[in-house]
């Protein structure tokens, strides 16, 4: 029996854009635990681009803007029978098209889109999924290590993200009036997935990044996805309402030698 023991389970997993996405590497470490993913697209134009490389893999179609598609899902579980055995929420959006625009100057419009996106959308999801989630299923979104850095080309999301991590304690609580459904959170460091590559200067942030880990490699999206089973599965069961960093000690690294020295070289 694998460590794990999660061979047979069901779990969901939203947010399953393309092959280079958190979420489509949980799936493939779930396939290959034995697990059963359900994957998760928020588009109907997604479908087909799963579909090529996520083959016999059921496909459901969930936009989290639409609270009626949550409600929806919910129930076609139910009617299909389907218990979820563990949820995974990997799901964020923000636009980025004003880019050179400071904190302050943040539209209410687009604050309050990516918010519903980002995080709320966890609230609704377990909402309306608590009827077919085992009682001792396992829920896991994926957060930010770094929400109190004030990277500017991150705009609001960090906030947005630092708000996730309180939703994902608050449902811990809430759920635990009269389940034992565990909430967490992996708060990763930057990782190289095709939505991060919309963020405004990311790259540089991405390898400045790199340079600031203990081993001087950036995460891979397979660590995180890693930390997603482990805290899916029965081994985590004392871990609820956290969030576990994964960033190869980003943020413990910030006086690091080598980057000093560049700093404060004297120019000839």
């Given amino acids: 029996m694998s460590f794990l023991n999660l061979s047979g389970k069901t779990v969901l997993v939203l947010g399953v854009s393309n092959k280079r996405s958190v979420g489509w590497a949980v799936a493939q470490s779930l396939l290959e635990e ?61 636009r980025y098209e004003n880019s050179g625009m400071r904190f302050h100057e943040t539209s209410r419009k687009d604050f309050l889109q990516a918010i519903q996106i980002s995080a709320f959308s966890l609230v609704e999801v377990a909402r309306h999924l608590k009827p077919v989630l085992n009682p001792s299923a396992s829920v896991v979104t994926i957060g930010i290590s770094s929400t109190q850095v004030t990277a500017e080309n991150y705009g609001y999301m960090a906030p947005i993200k630092s708000a996730l991590g309180t939703m994902v ?10 389940t034992g459904i565990r909430f967490n959170s992996v708060d990763a460091g930057p990782l190289k997935t095709r939505a991060s590559a919309g963020i405004p200067g990311y790259l540089k942030n991405y390898l400045y990044a790199e340079q600031l880990t203990f081993r001087k490699r950036a995460l891979e999206v397979q660590e995180v996805a890693s930390t997603v089973l482990f805290l899916l599965s029965e081994r985590s069961s004392g871990i609820n309402g956290q969030g576990i960093v994964v960033n190869a000690g980003m943020d ?6 080598d980057i000093v020295e560049r700093v404060t070289a004297i120019q000839p």
């Fill in 252 to 257: 413990l690294n910030y006086f690091d030698a």
């Fill in 169 to 178: 304690r608050y449902l811990a609580k809430s759920f635990s009036r009269d």
């Fill in 34 to 94: 034995g697990a059963i993913p359900i994957l998760g697209v928020h588009r109907p134009a997604r479908v087909a681009e799963v579909e090529s490389f996520a083959k016999g893999c059921r496909i459901v179609v969930c936009d989290v803007e639409n609270e009626a598609d949550i409600e929806s899902l919910g129930s076609k579980f139910s009617q299909d029978g389907i218990a979820l055995d563990g949820l995974v929420h990997s799901i964020a959006y923000a």
